[in-house]
């Protein structure tokens, strides 16, 4: 028996993934949530390799074929972009019955099919935002004409303002969204999967710090490397290990090959990030010193506290506050190397300090990120 009467979801994700998969599966366990909860979810979204109609844990998956890679370059992936509006506007158009659609950025170009399901098929539609587009890219210097900055930004606008409710991961972006937009702003972070990661029992000999994610320009893991040189340099008993893959692995991989205390693992699925997860002490969170990265909600982030891990972050912004106040972590300055040693030093000597730490990780998890509560908010926030 549900609390609400059933609705037929149309979800709109680029980069719908499954477990087995690997990268972030936020939109799988969103929409396995939501037909878990009795409605009908048809997910859009684009593969590599294949299109077609697949049934995936309760969810109709309507794949459509375009290529797409980490290391693209600017051009190739706004014409990937590109290619999925146009096949998801004709592929929704022969789903039939829809009461709401579910739209997922990133990229902001799915506002084109958004607004296209409310205009054209007449149908409401939610607004999903994880990165803040075209913020992002602007202030990175990737996008740097004037009148398309102007564009853009007017264009993002409008999403906003036309969906029925905007659904923001982070309270930055929630802060950021309301400054510019009266739509109803609800926030849902990403997802810890408590069942599936939890804490595991190790007796390092030497502190284990894993990074698991995109190897790219955004993560600046050239920081990570540095970091790792001088611990190394000054005898400190820890090792990294850069489990991913992106457009600077190779980079990544050549700066560290001189380095005995830097691993480099390649991109693995949920089970292999899993087991290597379970061999860490810490978890590390790298981005480059760009304001606009910070307000993100980074998927690993809420892995490593799943699994009770130390969370590292070399950033400022709402992580920073929110892993400080609960005492699971700390951020550092990358420049300064000095006072990152010093407070890796006291968990590395204090087995006591780490795990109790570790246990914060675990519980701020089950409190506030747990799936279950999440994907109840959202079921909430589709019918209310």
């Known amino acids: 028996m549900y609390l609400y009467p059933a609705l037929k979801i149309l979800y709109i994700h680029q980069y719908f993934r499954v477990p087995e998969e690997g990268w972030s599966t936020r939109s799988y366990e969103l929409a396995r949530g939501l037909a878990e909860h009795g409605h009908e979810v048809c997910m859009i979204t684009a593969h590599n390799q294949q299109s077609g109609i697949q049934m995936i844990d309760g969810i109709e998956v309507h794949y459509v074929k375009i290529p797409y890679e980490n290391h693209f370059g600017f051009l190739r992936r706004v014409l990937a972009f590109l290619s999925f509006v146009r096949l998801a506007k004709k592929e929704a158009r022969k789903i039939n019955h829809v009461d709401k659609a579910y739209v997922m950025t990133t990229p902001l170009t799915t506002g084109l099919i958004a607004l296209y399901l409310k205009k054209k ?200 506050e929110l892993i400080e106040s609960n005492k699971c972590g700390f951020a550092h300055d990358p420049k300064r190397p000095e006072i990152f040693e010093e407070k890796i030093r006291s968990f590395i000597s204090n087995k006591k300090l780490l795990k109790t730490y570790q246990q914060n990780s675990r519980k701020l998890a089950l409190s506030q990120f747990e799936k279950s509560i999440l994907i109840q908010k959202l079921v909430v926030t589709l019918k209310d």
Not at 132 to 153: C, F, Q
Not at 205 to 231: K, P, S
């Open 121 to 320: 098929l007449n149908v409401p539609y939610l607004f999903e935002v994880g990165d803040l587009w075209p913020e992002a890219p602007v202030h990175m210097g990737v996008i740097r004409n004037r009148w398309l900055t102007k564009k853009l930004y007017a264009f993002e606008k409008k999403c906003y303002d036309e969906a029925e409710k905007v659904v923001a991961l982070s309270p930055a972006i929630e802060n950021y969204i309301r400054k510019i937009s009266d739509t109803e702003t609800i926030k849902i972070p990403n997802l810890s999967d408590c069942e599936f990661f939890s804490p595991a029992e190790n007796d390092n000999e030497i502190f284990q710090i894993g990074y698991f994610g995109t190897f790219g320009i955004a993560n600046d893991l050239g920081q990570v490397i540095e970091l790792a040189r001088f611990t190394q340099k000054h005898s400190l008993p820890a090792h990294f290990t850069l489990m991913g893959s992106g457009a600077e692995e190779q980079k990544i991989k050549q700066a560290s090959k001189d380095l005995d205390n830097v691993t480099v693992l390649p991109f693995g699925n949920k089970e292999r990030v899993k087991e290597v997860m379970d061999r860490m002490d810490a978890i590390y969170i790298s981005y480059k010193n760009i304001p606009v990265l910070n307000t993100g909600s980074p998927n690993k982030l809420f892995d490593g506290l799943a699994a009770g891990k130390l969370i590292i972050i070399n950033f400022e912004g709402w992580i920073k």
